[in-house]
């Protein structure tokens, strides 16, 4: 992260609200396929060349873009399975955990049954004996917003990530959101300016795997 999370004296009910692509974990062997007119070929796009590709911000470019692999419940399995972690973020997570902070995901990913679940099982802390254990990763704190079977309101990812975050505001006392995608960022940055809510924070992952 460009700068330590704050640690609260008083945590009270507080979430550490974390995306999973490029903050977590970069994922393997899943991509998303474009073509656009000004494309001579079909181009493959791994999450994060999609995350800084310009044109996949457009509404109306949605039609160009073909998220078959994130349709593909053993794809979006063995991408988080086999992902490379991202140390950095992990360690500061564990922190938030050890200081009492619920932990949610908020990704654009869709199969959110399936992120639930893979990202229970990925998701490891160390105790105070330094055995690995299982993080508490609570369903209803999972949020993957193309999933089919559930709607979340907004036409582009960062306006359906900004609109879960307000809702969680309201339940939360105080809420992290980390994200590598610097619109989602400034999106949420901006409905908090413009709401006036007091109890969220957004911070930039710029960690990558490999970094200590």
Do not use: C
């Not at 990763?137 to 917003?145: E, G, Q, S, Y």
Request: charged share 35%.
């Amino acid at each position: 992260l460009n700068e330590n999370f704050l640690l609260e004296k008083q945590v009270g009910n507080s979430l550490l609200l974390l995306d999973i692509d490029d903050t977590l974990l970069t994922a393997q062997n899943i991509f998303i396929y474009r073509k656009l007119s000004t494309d001579k070929a079909e181009v493959r796009l791994t999450p994060e060349q999609y995350a800084k590709d310009p044109a996949s911000t457009v509404k109306s470019n949605k039609q160009y873009y073909d998220y078959r692999e994130f349709r593909n419940a053993d794809k979006v399995a063995q991408s988080i399975k086999t992902g490379l972690p991202i140390v950095p973020n992990l360690k500061e997570m564990d922190r938030y955990i050890q200081r009492g902070w619920k932990i949610g995901i908020l990704t654009a990913r869709g199969m959110e049954d399936v992120i639930a679940k893979t990202m229970q099982e990925w998701l490891k802390i160390r105790n105070k004996k330094g055995e690995l254990v299982d993080v508490d990763l609570p369903r209803r704190l999972v949020n993957a917003i193309n999933d089919d079977n559930k709607h979340y309101p907004g036409a582009t990812d960062f306006e359906k990530k900004t609109n879960v975050i307000k809702k969680l505001s309201k339940k939360f006392n105080q809420i992290i959101f980390v994200d590598d995608d610097i619109k989602n960022v400034k999106a949420v940055k901006n409905m908090v300016k413009e709401e006036g809510i007091k109890n969220v924070m957004v911070k930039f992952a710029t960690a990558k795997p490999g970094d200590k």
